[in-house]
C-alpha cells in the first residue's frame, strides 16, 4: 500500500500517461531536463486554473441545485461538493476508449471530461425529458446519474475507442461494481483474443482503464468485496476510486469498515512481487499534487499491466450534507463540521495555487466570480428550456378550454374555472394539463365542441407513451421481435443425439464462426459445464473464449454485462436456475433498465444461461419463474421444452441487441433429439407459442420441462376419448404476441395454465395475459384452471417431488374435472 504523502510541493512539468505527471521544482536539474521552460510552465499554470475552474463551476453547481429542490423547482437532489478536487485529478488520466462505472456523486468528472454541461445538468435535476437537453437519460433519472451514448439508432456499437465511455449510472449502492469488473475485463478480453484485434473501433488492444468511483459507506456491501477479489484474480484494468467522506448518509464509518478503513481492511489484496492482487493508495481529498501523483501511477500500471488499483482517498468532506433529504447537522457534531470546514478542498486548492505562487489572489477571485455567472447562467437556460414545452402545452390546452366555453353555455362557468387554474401554476406539468383537459372533456361530454380538445388528450397521451414507456427493449431492426424465423432443417439421414450434444455441437460451430462470442460460469472451461454442452470446446477455442470463474454468480453477471456493453457476446452462466437470485440484483437493476433509462443509447445484449426445474431436492429443482418474469421485464425470458428449440433461441438472441436468459430443462440434456443440419441458422420467434399437439377438448398452456408431464397426461386423456390442446409458450417474455392461444380456447372453450412456479406465480401471469389482455374469458365454457406446484419447495427424492409439483395423474383429474362442468 502506498501513502501519498500530503503537501508535495510545487509541482510541474506536465507529461500525461508519463512517469513523470508532476515533477518537483526544487530539483531544477531534474526538471530542466523534463524540458522545462517558460512555455511548459504557463501551460501547466493554465492547466491548474483550469481545474480550479472546474472546481468552482461544480461547487457552485451544487450549491444552486440544492436551492432549486428547496424552493420546489425539482423533487430531488444529491451532489457532488467535497469531492471536486478529486475528481479533476482522476479526470486527467480519463483517456479516449476508457470507461467510468459510477455514483451519484460525479459531477465534477463530468464537466471536467466535456462529458456533460452545467445546461445539462440542471435539465437532469428538472427531469427534462428531452433527450436533446438531457442526453444522459431523457429525463428518465435522477440527477448527476449519467451516460454517454454508445449505440447508434440502428443498434450498431460507436467508435467507443474515440470516446469518453460512461456506463449508465444506478441508484443501489454499489451496484456499479460488478459493471466496472465487466467493463474492465473486456480489455483484457480485446487483448488476448487475436481474433478481436479487428474490432479497432471497440478496443485499442485492450489498452483500455474502466474508472470505478464508490462512496465509503458502500464499500460494505457484498458487491464491493465480490467485486475486488475477482478483479484481484483475473487481474483487470479497474482502477477503483473510493470517495471517503465518512458516512453513508447518516452512518459514520465506525459501522461500516472493519478498523473504519477500507485500505486497512484490504490489506491482503496488495499485490506483491510474484503474486496477483491490487496496488493500493491512500491519499487525501483535497490534496491536489498527492492526487495526481497517486492516480497517474496506479492508472498508468493498470494500462500496461492490467493490475487493478485501488486509491482510498480520504479526508473528504460534504459541504452540503448527503442530500437534499435532510440536513447532515442532524448527526454530524460540532467538531466534525468544523473540521469539514476547515478542510474544504475548494479552500485547500486555493491555498496551494497560492502559496505555490501559480496564480495571484484576484485571478483566483475572477475564477471564482465567473464560474458563479456561467453556472447561474446556464442554469437559467435549463430553466426556460424545460418550461418552454409545458407552457406551450398549457397555452395550447387553456385556448382550447376558453374556446369551448364559448360554445357551450351550461359548462361555461366551470371549463373558465378549470383554465384559470391552469394558466395560474406557476411550474405546470404534463399531468396537471391532463387532468384539467380530462376534467373539461367530462363536462362537455361527447358533444362536437370536445372535437379539438379530445383531440388534442389524445395527442398528448401519445406524446406521453413516447417520452416515458420506450425503449425498455430495442424497437429498431436490432429488436429480437424482428428476428424473423428460420426452422430447423432435418436432412435425410439426420442423426439422433443426446440432447446436451445438440448444445455441444451448436457452441463448437458457434465459436467457430462468431469471435465476438465468449462462455464463462462455475465449471463450464475444463470440464465443458456439468451437463457436457461445452466439452472439449476450451481445448479447441481457448481458454480466452470459454473459462472457468470462481464461485460468485453475482459478478459473473458482472463480466457478462461489461462484455455485453462493449460490443460483445458473452454468455454467462448461472450452473442451476436456483441459484440465479445471487445474480439477480445486477440482472434487474441494470442489464434489464439498460436500455430504458439511457433512453436507447446503450445496450447490453448478454446472453443468461441457465438449467432447472428439474432435479430433486429444496434446491436444483425450483421454478421460480414468477420472480424471473417480474424481476427482468427488459430482458427476454426463454423456456425452451428441449435443446433444439434453446439453439434456437440462442440464435435469435445473438441477432439482436437484446439481453435474454435461457432456461435450459434439465431433464433434457439426455433426452434423444434430431440434430438439425443448420445449427447455427434456424431461429425461434420470440412470443410465438407452439401448438405440439392438436386438439378440440381442452387447451393446455404450459413450458420447458413441465410440457414432458402434460404430454403423459394428456396420452392417459385421449385414451379415455378427451382431446387436448398442447400449447407450448416458448418465451414468457414476450408472451404470444400474436394472440395464438386465444385462437385455441376459440375453439375448445376449455383452457387450464400448468407449470412448476408457486401458485400465483408464472402460471397466473399467463392466465391474466389470456383472460383479460387477450379476452379470452369471451370463450370460456367452464371456469379456467391453473396447476401449480405447491407454496413449499420440493422435498427431495422422487415422492417428495410427485406430490409438490404437478404430476400426470393431478392433471387428468382436473381435466376431467372441466370436462364434467
Ligand atoms: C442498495 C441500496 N441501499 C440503500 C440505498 C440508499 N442510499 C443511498 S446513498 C446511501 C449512502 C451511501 O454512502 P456512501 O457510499 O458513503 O456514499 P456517499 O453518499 O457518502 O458519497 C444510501 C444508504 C441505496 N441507494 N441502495
Ligand atoms: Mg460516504
Not at 607 to 630: A, C, F, K, Y
Request: charged share 25%.
Amino acid at each position: 500500500m502506498r501513502h501519498i504523502p500530503p503537501g508535495v510541493g510545487l509541482y510541474n512539468c506536465l507529461h500525461i500517461g508519463t512517469n513523470a505527471y508532476f515533477c518537483p521544482m526544487e530539483n531544477t536539474q531534474e526538471a530542466q531536463e523534463h524540458s522545462l521552460d517558460n512555455l511548459s510552465f504557463e501551460k501547466f499554470r493554465q492547466e491548474v486554473l483550469q481545474d480550479y475552474r472546474w472546481v468552482c463551476i461544480s461547487r457552485e453547481a451544487s450549491l444552486l441545485g440544492r436551492k432549486e429542490v428547496l424552493t420546489g423547482k425539482a423533487k430531488f437532489g444529491i451532489f457532488g461538493d467535497g469531492k471536486e478536487v478529486a475528481q479533476v485529478a482522476m479526470t486527467k488520466f480519463f483517456q479516449p476508449g476508457d470507461f467510468r462505472s459510477g455514483y451519484y456523486r460525479d459531477q465534477t468528472f463530468m464537466f471536467a471530461s466535456g462529458l456533460a454541461t452545467i445546461e445539462q445538468f440542471f435539465a437532469q435535476l428538472y427531469a427534462n425529458p428531452d433527450k436533446e437537453q438531457e442526453p444522459f437519460s431523457a429525463g428518465r433519472q435522477m440527477n448527476a446519474h449519467f451516460a454517454t451514448k454508445m449505440v447508434d439508432e440502428s443498434g450498431e456499437w460507436l467508435d467507443l475507442i474515440n470516446r469518453k465511455n460512461v456506463s449508465a449510472d444506478i441508484a443501489p449502492t454499489a451496484g456499479q461494481m460488478p459493471r466496472g469488473l465487466g467493463l474492465a475485463f473486456a480489455s483484457k478480453c480485446f487483448r488476448h483474443v487475436k481474433e478481436l484485434k479487428e474490432l479497432s473501433h471497440l478496443s485499442n488492444k485492450g489498452n483500455e482503464v474502466c474508472f470505478v468511483t464508490i462512496g465509503d459507506a458502500s464499500t460494505s456491501e457484498g458487491h464491493f468485496w465480490e467485486t475486488i477479489n475477482a478483479a484481484g484474480v483475473i487481474q483487470v484494468p479497474m482502477a477503483v476510486f473510493v470517495w471517503d467522506d465518512g458516512y453513508g448518509i447518516s452512518v459514520p464509518k465506525k459501522y461500516q469498515t472493519t478498523k473504519a478503513s477500507i485500505s486497512e481492511a484490504l490489506k491482503g489484496m496488495q499485490k506483491e512481487e510474484g503474486t496477483n492482487g491490487f496496488n493500493i493508495y491512500n491519499v487525501k481529498g483535497w490534496d491536489y499534487a498527492g492526487l495526481c501523483e497517486a492516480f497517474e501511477e496506479g492508472i498508468r500500471l493498470a494500462r500496461e499491466t492490467h493490475t487493478p488499483a485501488l486509491f482510498h482517498v480520504e479526508e473528504i468532506t460534504q459541504p452540503q450534507g448527503h442530500s437534499t433529504s435532510g440536513s447532515h447537522e442532524r448527526y454530524k457534531d460540532g467538531e466534525r463540521l468544523d473540521w469539514e470546514k476547515a478542510w474544504d478542498g475548494m479552500m485547500k486548492m486555493r491555498e496551494w495555487v497560492l502559496a505555490n505562487a501559480l496564480a495571484s489572489e484576484e485571478e483566483l477571485d475572477s475564477i471564482e466570480n465567473e464560474s458563479k455567472d456561467h453556472v447561474r447562467e446556464n442554469k437559467v437556460k435549463a430553466w426556460e428550456a424545460y418550461l418552454k414545452p409545458l407552457k406551450n402545452g398549457v397555452g395550447k390546452a387553456v385556448d382550447l378550454i376558453n374556446d369551448a366555453a364559448l360554445k357551450n353555455t351550461a359548462g361555461a362557468k366551470e371549463l373558465n374555472d378549470l383554465s384559470k387554474e391552469l394558466s395560474s401554476l406557476r411550474e405546470p406539468l404534463r399531468r396537471d394539463v391532463m387532468r384539467i383537459l380530462n376534467a373539461s372533456l367530462n363536462i362537455i361530454g361527447n358533444s362536437d365542441a370536445s372535437f379539438w380538445l379530445r383531440d388534442y388528450y389524445n395527442d398528448l397521451k401519445k406524446e406521453g407513451k413516447s417520452l416515458y414507456n420506450t425503449h425498455l427493449y430495442n424497437e429498431g431492426e436490432k429488436s429480437a421481435l424482428k428476428i424473423a424465423e428460420v426452422k430447423p432443417f432435418y436432412a435425410d439421414d439426420v442423426q439422433t443425439v443426446n440432447g446436451f450434444e445438440v448444445l455441444n455441437q451448436y457452441f463448437d460451430q458457434l465459436f467457430a464462426s462468431n469471435p465476438k462470442v465468449f462462455a464463462f460460469g462455475e465449471d463450464l472451461g475444463y470440464i465443458g459445464d456439468v451437463n457436457q454442452g461445452f466439452s472439449g470446446l476450451q481445448a479447441k477455442h481457448g481458454a480466452e473464449r470459454i473459462f472457468d470463474t470462481g464461485i460468485r454468480e453475482l459478478t459473473i453477471m458482472g463480466q457478462g454485462i461489461g462484455l455485453a456493453m462493449r460490443g460483445l457476446r458473452p454468455i454467462a452462466e448461472i450452473q442451476y436456475l436456483d441459484y440465479l437470485l445471487y445474480g439477480l440484483q445486477p440482472l434487474s437493476d441494470d442489464v434489464a433498465t439498460l436500455h430504458y433509462r439511457t433512453a436507447g443509447q446503450q445496450s447490453c445484449p448478454m446472453i443468461v444461461r441457465t438449467r432447472g426445474h428439474r432435479l430433486e431436492g429444496i434446491w436444483h429443482s425450483g421454478s421460480p419463474m414468477g420472480v424471473v418474469i417480474n424481476a427482468l421485464r427488459g430482458m427476454h425470458i426463454c423456456v425452451p421444452r428441449n435443446m433444439v428449440q434453446a439453439v434456437g433461441m440462442y440464435n435469435t438472441l445473438l441477432r439482436s441487441n437484446d439481453p435474454g436468459i435461457v432456461v435450459e430443462c434439465l431433464n433434457g440434456y439426455r433426452l434423444k433429439e434430431k440434430l438439425p443440419s443448420n445449427l447455427l441458422d434456424y431461429t425461434v420467434s420470440f412470443g410465438v407459442p407452439e401448438v405440439v399437439k392438436e386438439g378440440s377438448d381442452v387447451t393446455i398452456v404450459t413450458y420447458g420441462s413441465t410440457l414432458r408431464i402434460v404430454l403423459d397426461a394428456v396420452q392417459i386423456l385421449e385414451k379415455q376419448k378427451i382431446s387436448c390442446e398442447v400449447v407450448d409458450v416458448q418465451t414468457l417474455l414476450p408472451f404470444d404476441i400474436n394472440h395464438k392461444i386465444l385462437e385455441s380456447l376459440k375453439k375448445t372453450n376449455r383452457i387450464v395454465f400448468i407449470d412448476e412456479d408457486v401458485p400465483g406465480g408464472a402460471a397466473a401471469y399467463m392466465f391474466q395475459k389470456v383472460m383479460e389482455e387477450q379476452g379470452g374469458y369471451r370463450h370460456l365454457d367452464v371456469a379456467p384452471r391453473t396447476i401449480t406446484a405447491k407454496a413449499h419447495r420440493p422435498p427431495y427424492g422422487s415422492d417428495g417431488d410427485y406430490f409438490t409439483k404437478p404430476n400426470a395423474e393431478q392433471i387428468e383429474e382436473v381435466i376431467k374435472e372441466m370436462m364434467s362442468e
